[in-house]
């Protein structure tokens, strides 16, 4: 696979998150594309790509986006894939600048929450959720990872108190990042335990609140960066995988497992060098999942591997082994906004590798791995993608 | 008034939780609701492929494994293993909810020696994860066909056994709300 020699992510770009919104979807993309032109100090005119993902865009698409938001693109790409949708714009647009189909690509993921919308979504996901899972009582994903979660304790050995180290880490983290819908409450490992129960193994805090935001970062060529002056994060390597495993009766394993040997190979490093993991964390289950898929601990040593990590982005935890997770929070404290909850590794990761992420700056932050996971269309998440990113020089 | 207003009140008292009569969730594609239909006489109708015998759900309209337009709808052995198992306590549908009040409501996943696997309703709390089990489709309180799974030992064969099951789950009634509108 050829390398992303010459690309440049710029201009991460958070925005509106709220737990309820009378805006629409295309209030939020149309935003984060305001708000990333500013900061490159450029004019929406120069925007030539336009990825773009949401649940709730409706009626309308990509194409109609360009009419609303009056941009002119010569390359357009919308890509509904909820969590991997953020890799997968990435992946796309890298080729596009490498290929010159287009100069500057807008990557964004936006989605809004007005009243009983989550209800919407979740009733009409897929043709198979609607047929053969909602119809079963939760009416929403709980009762798929639900069943992930207990399939996976009973395999492995996983017990509530391992899953308690993953959101309690990333609500330290979330703590101090002003964009974190949950970020100025506190979670301890007692209320964590302690929350109300939702769904067999799952309690409150396992679960993600969904809520309206949008998330966005521009890709271009290093050249174009340099010119504009921004600070950029560079790529050392992608990849992803989609229905794979099919065969698990449950899933307890990812895409990630087929691929990220080589994906290490290509990228010349591996997951030892990481001064940072981004996973997709709509359970924690299935960031445990990634941890063990991505190579950061054999597969089933998950809730060791969690117990014996300080996981903060400050290094502060007492654990010795350091590899600050999710360090903006993560969904389970920023809230999922849609579409735009598969984009927040991607954003927070250039944060963080260009030095602009202010009160949660991982300390050196060098190289960073972004995972995405998502779709359930029936039983279980069927994308998987990942994405090595690396600090550069400007 | 005004139409704004109205929407407005029709918002305001139109919202499932006031509703006399909730029901299990009727949505279904064209494809489900021919699941439907095809269950209506059966304990349980699957898809199998006439070309390469593969027995496909969720319904589709292409066979998953060949992809030749040869699906039709059998009588299916309902046997296969629990795979995993979980109560639930919460829910975004009224009807769930009003029976969640009155305990947990359990789901869980089964595959079926016919080989898919299936999300159902587990009509017996004490099945736990890798018992045999029985699975047949039945008719809930919205019309709609749905999957339930029994102990395999237990005898299915007459119908009003399996709408006694579906009755003891409360599946077969709309749950009720004093006073609703």
Redesign the interface.
């Known amino acids: 696979m050829m390398g992303y020699q010459g690309v440049a992510l710029v201009t991460p770009v958070t925005w509106g998150y709220a737990k309820q919104s009378p805006h629409g979807a295309a209030w939020f993309i149309g935003s984060v594309l305001r708000e990333m032109c500013k900061r490159a100090g450029i004019d929406k005119t120069q925007v030539d790509g336009f990825a773009v993902s949401s649940f709730s865009l409706g009626v309308d698409s990509a194409v109609a986006l360009t009419q609303h938001l009056g941009i002119r693109p010569r390359w357009i790409e919308q890509a509904n894939v909820g969590g991997v949708s953020g890799i997968v714009a990435l992946r796309r647009a890298a080729r596009a600048v490498q290929c010159g189909e287009a100069d500057i690509v807008a990557c964004i993921g936006g989605d809004g929450a007005a009243h009983r919308a989550?209800?919407a979504t979740?009733?009409n996901f897929s043709?198979?959720s609607?047929?053969?899972?909602?119809?079963?009582?939760?009416?929403?994903p709980?009762?798929?990872f639900?069943?992930?979660t207990?399939?996976y304790m009973?395999k492995f050995g996983a017990r509530r108190e391992d899953f308690a180290r993953i959101a309690v880490d990333q609500r330290y983290n979330a703590n101090f990042y002003p964009g974190a819908l949950l970020g100025h409450k506190t979670l301890s490992e007692a209320q964590y335990l302690q929350a109300?129960?939702?769904?067999?193994?799952l309690h409150l805090f396992d679960c993600v609140m969904p809520c309206a935001g949008g998330e966005g970062f521009m890709v271009m060529s290093e050249a174009r960066a340099r010119a504009l002056n921004l600070p950029f994060a560079g790529i050392l390597a992608t990849d992803e995988l989609h229905n794979a495993h099919a065969e698990d009766?449950?899933q307890y394993r990812g895409g990630w497992t087929e691929y990220i040997e080589a994906f290490y190979q290509r990228a010349g490093y591996g997951p030892e060098d990481m001064d940072f993991l981004q996973t997709y964390d709509d359970y924690p289950v299935i960031s445990m999942m990634q941890m063990e898929d991505l190579g950061f601990c054999a597969k089933g040593n998950g809730r060791q591997f969690v117990n014996e990590t300080d996981m903060r982005f400050d290094h502060s935890g007492s654990p010795k082994y350091k590899l600050p997770h999710n360090t903006c929070g993560g969904q389970l404290s920023c809230g999922q906004a849609g579409s735009a909850a598969g984009f927040l590794g991607v954003t927070e990761s250039i944060r963080q590798l260009t030095g602009q992420a202010g009160n949660h700056q991982v300390p050196g932050a060098r190289l960073g791995l972004v995972s995405g996971y998502g779709m359930v269309n029936?039983?279980r998440g069927l994308c998987s993608a990942v994405a090595m990113l690396t600090r550069t020089k400007t | 008034m005004i139409a704004s207003e109205k929407i407005k009140r029709r918002l305001k008292f139109h919202r499932p939780s006031l509703r006399a009569r909730a029901r299990a969730p009727k949505q279904r594609t064209s494809l489900g609701a021919q699941f439907s239909a095809a269950n209506l006489s059966s304990s349980l109708a699957m898809q199998h492929c006439t070309h390469c015998g593969y027995v496909q759900y969720p319904p589709t309209e292409l066979c998953g494994r060949c992809l030749e337009d040869a699906l039709v709808y059998r009588d299916t052995i309902g046997t296969g293993v629990l795979l995993a198992r979980t109560e639930l306590h919460h829910s975004l549908w009224e009807f769930f909810k009003r029976r969640l009040q009155q305990g947990t409501w359990v789901m869980g996943s089964v595959k079926l020696d016919a080989g898919p696997v299936v999300l159902l309703h587990i009509g017996d709390i004490r099945l736990k994860p890798r018992d045999r089990v029985i699975v047949f489709s039945h008719s809930d309180n919205s019309q709609s066909v749905v999957l339930i799974a029994v102990p395999e030992d237990c005898d299915i064969t007459e119908s009003s056994t399996r709408h006694e099951i579906v009755g003891s789950l409360g599946l077969d009634q709309p749950a009720l709300k004093e006073g609703g509108i």
């Open positions: 989550f209800e979740a009733a043709s198979w609607i047929d053969a899972s909602f119809p079963y009582g939760a009416a929403g709980n009762a798929a639900s069943l992930i207990s399939h009973a109300r129960p939702i769904a067999g193994p009766p449950v029936y039983d």
